[in-house]
C-alpha cells in the first residue's frame, strides 16, 4: 500500500496514512477510460439543436415561374434548399446523445483515473475542511496552505458544509463534491484531488464493495 501524508487545513503533517492499492493502485485501462470519458461528455450534450427543413419553413406554395420560356433555371418552389431562406438539405434535429457504461466498467474507469492521479502525487488528504466564513477567501487561503490555489482542484467532503460550497462558488478552478459524486471525467480533469480523511474511507468502501 502507498502511504501518504494526512494534513490539517494549515498544511501541518499529523500522520502518514495508507491508500488502497485495490482502488488507488490497480493496472489502469486506457480503453475503458476513454469510453468514460466519451460518455460523460455525450451526457453533457443538451441535444436540442434544430434547423428547418424545406416542409417547414414558410411561403413557397406556388411555383415561383412557369417552367419554360424565362430563361431561369427551373425552379419548383423558393422554399427548396437553394435559395435563400429556404429550408435545410441535412442540418440537425433534436437527439439523445446519451451513451451507456455498465458498473463495472464505470467502476474500472473510476479506479483507472485515482490511479494515474496516485501516481502523479496529486491526492491531498486532509482531516477535516471547516470555514467560520463563506468567504471566498476562506477557500483561497485554504488552497494557498496546501499549494494548489493556481490548479484545478476536486474537493471531496463527507458532508456538503453550507460555508465550503459558498466560499468556492465564484473559484472556477475548484469543484466540490461527495464520494457518491465522485466520477472519472472530473478525476481526469483535474490537478489536484483534496479529499477528508472520511471521504476517502467511504470512497474505498464504496470502490471494493462490488
Known sequence: ?????????????VKDIKLNDNVFGIEPNDVVLHDAVVLAMANSRQGTHSTKTRAEVSGGGRKPWRQKGTGNARQGSIRAVQWRKGGIAFGPKPRDYSKKQNRKERRLALKSALTYLARDNGIIVVDSVKFETNKT?????????????????????????????LSSRNLGNVLVALPSEVNTYDVLNCDNMVITSEALKNLEEVLTNE
Open 137 to 165: 477567501k476562506e477557500m483561497v487561503n485554504f488552497l494557498t496552505k496546501l499549494n494548489v490555489n493556481d490548479n484545478k482542484v476536486l474537493l471531496v467532503i463527507n458532508e456538503l458544509d453550507e460555508n465550503v460550497c
Open 1 to 13: 500500500m502507498s502511504k501518504l501524508e494526512l494534513i490539517n487545513q494549515n498544511g501541518e503533517k
